[in-house]
């Protein structure tokens, strides 16, 4: 008969048996769903909130749909320490996107872009209307720029993106073309 300490010894070899496969089976389980297809039978846009929390990130993509594991995508965050990287934005989620794949959303983008067309021959008066008209911008425009100070041509821009800032880009970007243009002109002029 085996004495005490070897049937210790037998059960002690057991139980690290079993808690190793256990371990490995759980390893090869979350491996499986972070690259498993997720639930989305069709493209998705969903808007993520600027200053959102990765764990409100992860909540809005588990109630939306975008995947099937939200504790599993909340576990692949912060093993890969980029739970505090997640960036804001509307993002376009593919049909079958997986957690591998949303990540790589979230983390490079890009953010889903809105053109915003300003024709040309429009008073800056009128760009400035449509520019505050425009429903997906965010903030105020703190001052009128000059009569031709705005360069007019499509702009695009993310959900939430400043006024004031498209105001200023539209001014950097007349100036630059200015700029151009005076350098390519005839000498003699």
């Known amino acids: 008969m085996p004495s005490l300490g070897m049937r210790l010894m037998r059960l002690l070899g057991t139980f690290l ?3 190793a496969l256990a371990t490995g089976g759980a390893v090869v389980w979350i491996k499986t769903e972070f690259s498993r297809p997720g639930p989305l039978s069709q493209d998705k846009i969903i808007a993520i909130p600027r200053g959102a929390t990765s764990g409100s990130i992860v909540e809005i993509l588990g109630t939306e749909g975008v995947v099937r594991s939200p504790a599993i995508l909340s576990l692949r965050l ?3 320490q980029i739970d505090r990287s997640l960036k804001a934005g509307e993002y376009r989620f593919a049909a079958g996107s997986s957690i591998a794949d949303v990540i790589e959303i979230l983390t490079k983008g890009p953010s889903v872009l809105r053109p915003l067309v300003l024709p040309e021959g429009l008073t800056v008066v009128e760009i400035l209307d449509i520019i505050q ?4 911008l965010n903030g105020i425009i703190s001052q009128e720029p000059d009569e031709g100070s705005l360069l007019p041509e499509t702009y695009f821009m993310a959900l939430k993106d400043n006024r004031d800032d498209l105001v200023r880009r539209m001014e950097k970007a007349m100036n630059a073309l200015m700029d151009q243009l005076w350098e390519s002109r005839v000498s003699n002029l």
Request: a positive charge; charged letters at 30%.
């Open 78 to 80: 912060r093993m890969q």
């Open 133 to 136: 008209r425009t429903e997906f």
């Open 17 to 19: 048996i079993i808690i």
